[in-house]
């Protein structure tokens, strides 16, 4: 069974600029979330959405919005980027409620 | 205010003996918690989980002990072997929601 498939693995933006990250998950897993990891932060949530619905978000800004879709793919996407924006975005699958949550290798993005 | 904290930023192990790596959290609502291993610029693996209904899981060399109150798990490793030099991230999550809560890692060597 394929793992959970992020794009694109890196990007570099400027300071004002919008980014779409996407993910698939793990085939018959409806669950996506979506995960920030920093050097100074760790890794902090993002957001998860269950059926094309957001079930819950965490403390980022406005800035900071998801979808997902009918095929439970789902982008996540930065609009404005911030210089501390720069980090390691993480996509996690899983089942459900208390099911175990499967990484995605992640996307780099570099804020210049 | 950090829920999850791993104390030890590091950690250095003789291959063959056991590695233990600790976790302690503060919000009593959680009550499911996981580990992950994570390589730098990939995505979190995950390694073992347990239910606040369990003291103890075993999966081949890793066991996962949790004492509720003290709001402390422990993660074993036996034997331990070259390829476990890692960042182990504990996580919890509870309250109804998928959000995991991650400590800030603990990185363990393994010397030959």
């Known amino acids: 069974k394929a793992g959970v498939t992020q794009t694109p693995r890196y990007l570099i933006k400027t300071r004002g600029q919008q980014v779409t990250l996407s993910c698939s998950p793990i085939s018959g897993h409806r669950s996506v979330s979506w995960y920030q990891q920093t050097p100074g932060q760790g890794l902090q949530f993002l957001f998860e959405y269950f059926s094309e619905t957001q079930r819950n978000k965490g403390n980022f800004p406005g800035r900071f919005s998801g979808r997902q879709f009918s095929n439970s793919r789902s982008e996540m996407n930065v609009s404005t980027l911030e210089l501390g924006d720069s980090a390691l975005y993480l996509c996690?699958?899983?089942?459900?409620?208390?099911?175990?949550?499967?990484f995605g290798p992640g996307t780099r993005l570099l804020v210049l | 205010d950090q829920q999850v904290k791993q104390n030890s930023p590091s950690l250095s192990v003789q291959e063959g003996r056991i590695s233990i790596l600790n976790c302690d959290y503060t919000?009593?609502?959680?009550?499911?918690f996981l580990w992950y291993k994570k390589y730098p610029a990939e995505g979190p693996t995950f390694l073992i989980s347990i239910s606040s209904i369990k003291d103890k899981n075993e999966d081949g060399r890793f066991t996962v002990f949790l004492n509720k109150s003290a709001k402390h798990l422990s993660l074993h490793i036996v034997p331990s072997q070259p390829g476990d030099s890692a960042v182990y991230f504990c996580?919890?999550?509870?309250?109804?929601?998928?959000?995991?809560?991650f400590g800030q890692g603990t990185r363990l060597t393994i010397n030959p």
């Open positions: 996690a699958s899983s089942r459900g409620y208390q099911e175990t949550q499967y």
């Open positions: 996580a919890a999550s509870g309250q109804g929601a998928q959000k995991l809560v």
């Open positions: 919000n009593s609502m959680f009550d499911y």
